[in-house]
């Protein structure tokens, strides 16, 4: 008995020193703080400051404050799945710099902000699917090009830059499945990557189209280059009243066609205005065949008007070459008359 005492009392020093909160289950072996199912509203404080694994799972943790994790820097497994957490503060992680796998999943986030995760050099797994997330910034932070494993399905996200893709070069895997993806001018770019990505050997479960309504349900990697039109440029140069003159066009047009379908105002919205083109395909071949046609009559023609006046001026010149060595031969016509006339 007393030997058990001894041993509890030493466990629960431990457990003290270390600062394990009231709620959570620390596992000294396993480096691992336990603290899912325990109606957490916030990280708990107080945790040991040298584990690597922390569950916060299956809590109602609506906020991460700025120093949250500054007691934890060994940190390499976060989860923080099946949550309240709305939005989540750029910097929130950067002093988890062994971070490795971020499970953000089940949660009510709507937005990520620029550089969100900065300073996560060893993040690998970035998991965001679950969300009601409509929009993903151009990147996610310095010093995330290691991230292998990215997931954003199950999400409302029309649109994804190709510029944040482009900014993790180690991604093995993508998953963007039931998303309401909007195939039009804006996704070019991402068709552009997914292409590269899959012929480099990458893993993704695809991308299928929601809107516009003649696409809804195809594969992106399915839809023909030409069905997309590129994007209007945006001129910096504009006058204010235009640019006004515009906005309430632009509202007004949006009010009418709230009740259409939402492929078609997406298209509307970025695709160019049509440029004079031929009626139809099978019309700019036969200009281009009658082009062809009168370009080589023409060639012909002045090829033949070459060769005829080179062989004119060559035959010319002979005759001229001939009717000189006549009048060598025989005197010049002036010399010949006299000759003539006394023979009559």
Known sequence: TDNWLLVWSVISLAHTAHGCPDKCLCHAASKTAD???????EIPARLPPEIQILQLQNNRIWRINQNAFTATPLLKILDLSNNSLSSVAPGA??????????NLTRNLIHYIENKTFSFLPRLKELD?????????????????????????????LQKMERILL????????????DNPWQCNCNIFGLKLWLESFLYRGGISDGIICSAPGIRKGKDLLKVPYELFGACPLRTAHVHLAS???????????????????LGDSGRASCEPKPK??????????ATVVITGVVCGIVCLMMLAA????????AITAKSHKEHLALVRQHGTPEEKEPLESSLA
Request: charged content about 20%; proline content about 4%; glycine content about 8%.
């Open 35 to 41: 603290c899912k199912n325990r109606g957490f509203t």
């Open 93 to 102: 992680f950067q002093k988890l710099r062994y971070l490795q796998v971020l």
């Open 128 to 156: 965001l699917s679950s969300n009601s997330i409509i929009r993903l910034p151009e990147t996610f932070g310095n010093s995330t090009g290691n991230i292998t494993l990215l997931s954003v399905k199950h999400n409302k």
């Open 166 to 177: 482009e900014s993790l070069p180690n991604l093995k895997v993508v998953l963007f499945k």
């Open 243 to 261: 640019s006004h003159h515009h906005g309430l066009e632009h509202r007004s047009s949006l009010k009418h066609g709230h009740h259409g379908e």
């Open 276 to 285: 004079p083109r031929p009626v139809s395909l099978r019309h700019a071949i």
């Open 306 to 313: 070459a060769v005829y006046g080179c062989a004119y001026a």
